[in-house]
């Protein structure tokens, strides 16, 4: 498992990723979509989940965030789903709740190979600075479908959307670092095989 590099061009966007799954190889992460608040929670993932990597995007951003955001997921999940391999040797299963302030949100994690997603989140303003709080789901639905894993998302509470999002974020990342640690088990499956 060494260095994974993607690159997805489309007519709407560019991205150039390099990606660390166990943190072994890059030193830092660094992140530019020309979107401020997504490389916040881009880098805020990638800090609580141990997973290193550069990213650069270029999109459509006149337009707007969408396909950006949307194309980042699915980059990051198609590394993810790489350097996964045949999943051997990870505990496989994650849980966080993490608190924000007054945000309060949880998730859940199986990196089984059977893509599932589910997203319960409101958000008090629909806008975050410039950025749209409805593509926090677009991008973790990309990461999710495209990563091949299980990923059930909720927010319990919160009165400030940039703190929900983070909640949200910091939860992923944490059922994410708790899912790679590894296991005793070959793999972590009564079928054998994941």
């Given at each position: 498992m060494g260095l994974?590099?993607?690159v997805?061009e489309?007519?709407?966007?560019?991205?150039?990723?390099?990606?660390?799954?166990?943190g072994?190889?890059?030193e830092?992460?660094?992140?530019?979509t020309?979107?401020?608040?997504?490389d916040?929670?881009l880098?805020t993932?990638?800090f609580?989940?141990?997973?290193?990597?550069?990213?650069?995007?270029e999109g459509d951003?006149e337009v707007?965030?969408?396909?950006?955001?949307?194309?980042?997921?699915?980059?990051?999940?198609l590394?993810?789903d790489?350097?996964?391999?045949?999943r051997k040797?990870?505990?496989?299963?994650g849980?966080a709740?993490?608190?924000m302030?007054d945000?309060?949100?949880?998730a859940?994690?199986d990196?089984?190979r059977r893509?599932y997603f589910y997203?319960?989140?409101?958000?008090?303003v629909s806008?975050?600075?410039?950025?749209d709080?409805e593509l926090?789901?677009?991008?973790f639905r990309?990461?999710?479908l495209?990563g091949?894993f299980?990923l059930?998302?909720?927010?319990?509470?919160?009165?400030n959307?940039?703190?929900i999002?983070?909640?949200?974020f910091k939860?992923?990342?944490h059922?994410?670092?708790r899912?790679?640690?590894?296991?005793?088990e070959?793999i972590?499956?009564?079928?054998?095989?994941?």
């Amino acid at each position: 498992m060494g260095l994974i590099s993607k690159v997805r061009e489309t007519k709407e966007t560019r991205i150039e990723l390099t990606f660390d799954l166990r943190g072994e190889f890059l030193e830092e992460t660094r992140v530019q979509t020309g979107i401020g608040f997504f490389d916040h929670m881009l880098e805020t993932l990638s800090f609580y989940s141990g997973i290193l990597f550069e990213l650069k995007a270029e999109g459509d951003l006149e337009v707007d965030y969408h396909h950006t955001v949307e194309d980042v997921g699915i980059v990051l999940g198609l590394a993810l789903d790489e350097a996964l391999e045949d999943r051997k040797g990870i505990s496989r299963f994650g849980e966080a709740t993490i608190p924000m302030d007054d945000a309060l949100s949880q998730a859940v994690v199986d990196l089984v190979r059977r893509p599932y997603f589910y997203y319960s989140a409101e958000f008090p303003v629909s806008k975050i600075g410039s950025f749209d709080a409805e593509l926090i789901e677009e991008f973790f639905r990309a990461f999710a479908l495209n990563g091949m894993f299980t990923l059930h998302i909720r927010n319990f509470y919160g009165k400030n959307s940039h703190h929900i999002a983070e909640s949200l974020f910091k939860a992923v990342a944490h059922a994410l670092r708790r899912a790679l640690l590894p296991a005793e088990e070959a793999i972590f499956s009564v079928k054998g095989s994941l």
